[in-house]
């Protein structure tokens, strides 16, 4: 059994053996150790109470985790991802990330290009991510943002900047962009902003 195997185990002994002392009705004698470490059944009057056996609650939090994982690979199963950003490297490991959430990726470094992408078919993209961080011209970003949201109301926009904005650059990220946030993101943090960015496009479309 690996470490991490072993590490769970100890908490599921931990919480079987408190599951155990927490069920029990106030009126029953403890439990001694049954022969059948399966099923744990005790009748006192008309009440009868069961106890999980290890083996159930080690199956059963292996299958949440195995189902948490699969619905983060297919989080963005049906969403196309254009990205934007002019560092090449660091394009190529966002593209690993969203990926690993089930997302077709398309990445430029040029914002142009990416501004015909979307004009030639709208519908094509589901959400379009943008990293600021190396983008020379503050109003000819704010003024291609402005442009794809003309052209997509609906399409979710994700921008993350690690620079500091003046108070009307500021105002026009917060009006244009479906959620932005400053500072260089890790990958959790990109999954939150996506789950944000989904579902803050969902409630916009239905007011």
């Given amino acids: ?27 029953q004698p403890k439990l001694k150790t049954a022969d059948n470490m399966n099923f744990h059944a005790s009748k006192h ?10 083996h159930q609650l080690f199956e059963e939090e292996t299958q949440t985790t195995h ?4 619905e983060e690979h297919e989080m963005l199963i049906d969403y196309r991802v254009l990205l934007v950003g002019y560092d090449y490297q660091r394009n190529l490991e966002l593209v690993s990330w969203f990926e690993e959430l089930g ?10 290009w990416a ?19 190396q983008m020379l011209n503050e109003q000819e970003t704010i003024a291609s943002l402005l442009l794809a949201r003309a052209m997509v109301p609906e399409l979710p926009i994700i921008l993350a ?16 962009c479906t959620v932005w946030k400053r500072g260089l993101l890790c990958k959790s943090s990109y999954k939150l902003l ?14």
């Fill in 103 to 112: 997302a077709v990726v398309v990445h430029t470094t040029n914002f142009d």
């Fill in 67 to 70: 189902l948490k994982l699969v």
């Fill in 1 to 27: 059994m690996t470490k991490p195997a072993l590490v769970r185990l100890k908490k599921l002994v931990k919480k079987f053996l408190n599951g155990t002392e927490q069920e029990r009705p106030p009126s």
């Fill in 194 to 207: 996506v789950i944000e960015a989904i579902d803050r496009s969902h409630t916009q479309s239905r007011i």
């Fill in 115 to 133: 501004e015909e992408a979307i004009s030639e078919n709208p519908k094509a993209w589901g959400i379009l991510v943008v990293e600021m961080d």
């Fill in 161 to 176: 900047t690690r620079h500091d904005h003046c108070d009307r650059c500021f105002a026009d990220l917060t009006e244009i």
């Fill in 45 to 54: 009057g008309d009440y009868l109470y069961s106890v999980p056996s290890l």
